[in-house]
C-alpha cells in the first residue's frame, strides 16, 4: 500500500492561509508526501505522485484508469469517490489520506447517493447498484434489474430509490429488500435523474428534452424542450424552477411547471456535465472546457469563472456553505473556498 502522511505533514496540511475563489489542495493518485506552492495568490497543496495509495490505486499505467467521475458528501470532512476504476474510496478532507476502499463491483463506479448516516449506494458500469455499511466497508445489497450501466441514482425515501440506466429504463428499488417495485420504459437514453417530488421525477435526456415523470403513472407528463444538444445533468433549485445543462454548453433555467425556460446561461466552450446549487441566488457549474464557473442564477450572469482541473471536469458537490470539490479526468480532486 505504500507509506502514510507523517505528522508533520498533517500540521501542515492545516496550516496554510486559504484563498478566495482558489483550490486548497488537490488529491492526486498514488501519493505520499505534499508539495505547498502559492501561485498568484493560489494556494495548491498538492499530494505527490509515488507509491502511497490515495484517490484511485493505479491497477495500470493508462491514465484513463483513474478519471474521478462522482463525488459524495457523507460528514462534513469525509467524501467519497468513484471513477473509472471499480473501488470506492473514502477520504479525509483534513490530510487528503484515503480512509476506507469498498470493494465489490466489476466496472467503472458512475454514481453515488447518501441512503442514511451508514449506508451509501452505489451504480456502476458492471449493470449493478450495490448499498455499502461506511462503517464497516462492507456490500449489504446489490440490485440487479438493468441490463445496461447504471449511471445515476436518487432517494424517494428512506428504503426507496429510482435509477436510469443506458438501457432505457428507470427502475424503482427497494434498498432494503433488493426489489424491483416499478419500471419505466423510456424511449431514449437519460444521463441524469432528479427527484421533483414524491412522485415525480425528471430526465436529462439524449434527445436535446427534459422529460417530467410521473410516478403512479408510468409516464410522462410534460416535455422542456430548448436545448440543441443531449442534456447531460440536471438540479432542482426550489419547487418551480430547476437547472439543466447541455453538450450545447449552455445552461438553461426552467420553471417546469409552466414549461418555460427562464434564462439560458452562457460561457462554458464544451458540455456542462454538472450543477450544484450554493445557497439562494447562486449555482456552480464544471464542464469538458476544464472550469468552474459560478452563476447568479436569478439574474443570469457569470460571476467568476476557474481555471479548475487540466481535463474535462466531471463531477461538483458542495461541502459546506463556504467550499465546493470537483473531480476530474485529470485524475483529481480539488477542494475550493468560494467564500
Known sequence: ????????????????????????????????????????????????????????????????????????????????????????????????????????HTGSIRCLIKINNKIIASGSEDNSIKAWNIITGDCVSTLIGHINTVVDIVKLDERIIASVSLDKSILLNDIISGNILKTIILNYESNYIIKLSLTELASADEDMNIRIWDLFKNLSTKVLIGHKYSVKCLLKLNNKRIASGSADNTIKIWNHKKNKCKFTLEGHTHYVTCILKINEEHIASGSWDRTIKIWNYLSGKCLKSLRAHSFRVNCIIKLNDNQIASGSYDTKIKIWDIC
Open 1 to 104: 500500500m505504500g507509506a502514510s502522511l507523517t505528522h508533520s505533514d498533517s500540521l501542515n496540511f492545516k496550516r496554510f492561509k486559504k484563498y478566495s475563489l482558489c483550490s486548497l489542495y488537490t488529491i492526486l493518485p498514488s501519493c505520499h508526501k505534499l508539495i505547498n506552492k502559492i501561485k498568484n495568490k493560489k494556494l495548491v497543496q498538492t499530494i505527490a505522485k509515488t507509491s502511497f495509495s490515495c484517490m484511485f490505486e493505479e491497477m495500470s499505467i493508462v491514465a484513463d484508469k483513474n478519471e474521478v467521475l462522482c463525488l459524495l458528501l457523507i460528514h462534513y470532512n469525509i467524501i467519497v469517490s468513484g471513477g473509472r476504476e471499480d473501488t470506492i474510496k473514502l477520504w479525509d478532507l483534513n490530510n487528503g489520506q484515503c480512509l476506507k476502499e469498498l470493494k465489490g
